[in-house]
């Protein structure tokens, strides 16, 4: 699924984003609302990962979906 099938289908997906990443809020999925950037850093920050670490993450699991 790419990003903007991703967007389209917000509410679905942050279901199981947050099944991967627990610490994720749903203050924090609700600040991303699909900004793949903010996403990223909500990532970094709730993990303490770097930029590259934490994008790796999120593409694997864009990859899976």
Not at 20 to 34: R, V
Not at 36 to 65: H, M, N, P, T, V
Request: charged share 30%; no cysteine; hydrophobic share 30%.
């Amino acid at each position: 699924m790419n990003w903007e099938q991703i967007k389209g289908n917000w509410n679905q997906v942050k279901g199981r984003m947050q099944e991967q990443w627990g610490k994720l809020t749903n203050d924090d999925l609700a600040q991303a609302e699909g900004n793949y950037d903010q996403l990223l850093g909500k990532i970094q920050e709730r993990y303490g990962k770097s930029k590259e670490q934490a994008k790796q993450e999120l593409d694997d699991f864009l990859a899976r979906q």
